[in-house]
């Protein structure tokens, strides 16, 4: 496990250098996003062809998690090369407080470390060799597969209202995002609960807590909300201080009726 653990490691370090290099000479580090949802799609499937686990389990686990790390993946480099070359937000922030390139390489290492740790439930299940699904393994997996689709069906709605030029400027307030001001926030989180029931019975599984609780932590405090409201009310103004009134900011709930 320790072997395949560190050339995962290593794999995840060299191509997290490799997308750093691409982005300073392209000047958009937004590839950072796109490098860290990838990481799955590969370390996945390192760790199922190199653990001993059921293949029943191992591949299904591992087929989830690939599903989810293409999409998202190739869902961010659209969005990266639809705006390119102007830079998300986020990273324009650091590019003030670290000009040159260096301090992002550190980053970038940081984060291919921390795509590491978000594979380690597919690392964990590669090494459970008792046949067949538990009631719990088979829950993991369908929280995870259905959340999944929420975040794909949450993204899409999204995508189809910005491309309606009627709606430019306004908040859209329709489908998932009636219920939740980031339903996509929110599939996201309940994806790594999933994975990390899936990884709760194999050897050492109950480490995996950390990738929901870090996930959690990252959307609610870091990239995610925080971020995304405070662009949302410079941008929307009181409109979307409206929708924050009426909508819940993160779990899906039925919107409060106007006063």
Not at 225 to 246: D, F, I, K, M, P
Request: hydrophobic share 50%; charged share 15%.
């Amino acid at each position: 496990m320790t072997t395949l653990l560190a050339i995962g490691t290593v794999l995840a370090c060299a191509a997290f250098f490799i997308v750093w290099l691409i982005s300073v000479r392209v000047k958009n580090y937004g590839f950072l996003d796109v490098a860290w949802s990838y990481a799955v799609a590969v370390l996945a499937p390192l760790y199922a062809i190199g653990g001993p686990g059921d293949p029943l389990r191992t591949w299904l686990v591992t087929a989830v998690g690939v599903a989810w790390s293409l999409r998202l993946g190739t869902y961010l480099l659209r969005r990266v090369l639809a705006h390119h070359p102007q830079e998300d937000p986020r990273y324009e922030t650091l590019r003030r407080r670290w000009p040159g390139p260096w301090m992002f390489l550190a980053f970038f290492q940081l984060q291919a470390l921390v795509a590491v740790v978000f594979s380690l439930p597919f690392l964990l299940v590669a090494f459970k060799t008792e046949a067949g699904l538990s009631t719990v393994e088979i829950a993991g997996l369908a929280v995870a597969a259905l959340s999944l689709l929420g975040e794909a069906l949450a993204d899409a709605q999204m995508r189809r209202f910005k491309a309606d030029p009627a709606n430019r400027g306004s908040v859209c307030a329709t489908g998932l995002w009636r219920y939740s001001r980031h339903p996509n926030y929110f599939f996201e989180s309940m994806v790594w609960w999933g994975f990390f029931l899936v990884a709760l019975g194999s050897p050492h599984g109950w480490i995996t807590i950390v990738c929901p609780l870090l996930m959690l932590y990252f959307l609610l405090k870091v990239t995610g909300v925080a971020l995304t409201e405070a662009h949302s009310l410079r941008t929307r103004g009181e409109a979307y201080r409206e929708y924050q009134r009426a909508t819940s900011a993160f779990i899906p709930w039925f919107p409060k009726k106007s006063a």
